[in-house]
């Protein structure tokens, strides 16, 4: 079992970029392609991006693609979501999650067996 910590959240201006990190112990994320979500207030949770280990192949949502850039440091044992230009309706609880099809690229929560306990990311207009 493999457990996960988000950090680097915050508030930030319209146009700003934050890093978020997502940490694992437990197991190497070797075992494990990794994606981001974010659940703003009222709303589901929703896909933001994937990176699968096997070969390092992304998929972003179409919402960030083009500003928001996923990553990941193996040896380090963490994933990192890049986001610039932010806006304000990126403002949500930001998750990362961790599926053990290590090919797997896949926008679905179901599909996801592990989970952080999220990190705030406020975007003000």
């Known amino acids: 079992q493999v457990q996960l910590v988000e950090s680097g959240g915050g508030l930030v201006q319209t146009g700003g970029s934050l890093r978020l990190s997502c940490a694992a112990s437990?197991?190497?994320?070797?075992?494990?392609?990794m994606g981001w979500f974010r659940q703003a207030p009222g709303k589901e949770r929703e896909f933001v991006a994937a990176?699968?280990?096997?070969?390092?192949?992304?998929f972003y949502a179409d919402s960030v693609k083009g500003r928001f850039t996923i990553s990941r440091d193996n040896a380090k044992n963490t994933v990192y979501l890049q986001m610039n230009r932010l806006k304000p309706e990126d403002t949500a609880v930001y998750y990362c999650?961790?599926?053990?099809?290590?090919?797997?690229?896949?926008?679905?929560?179901?599909?996801?067996?592990?989970w952080g306990q999220g990190t705030q990311v406020t975007v003000s207009s």
């Open positions: 999650a961790a599926d053990p099809r290590t090919w797997s690229i896949s926008p679905y929560i179901e599909e996801y067996d592990y």
């Open positions: 437990g197991r190497t994320l070797s075992n494990y392609a």
């Open positions: 990176v699968s280990w096997t070969d390092g192949s992304t």
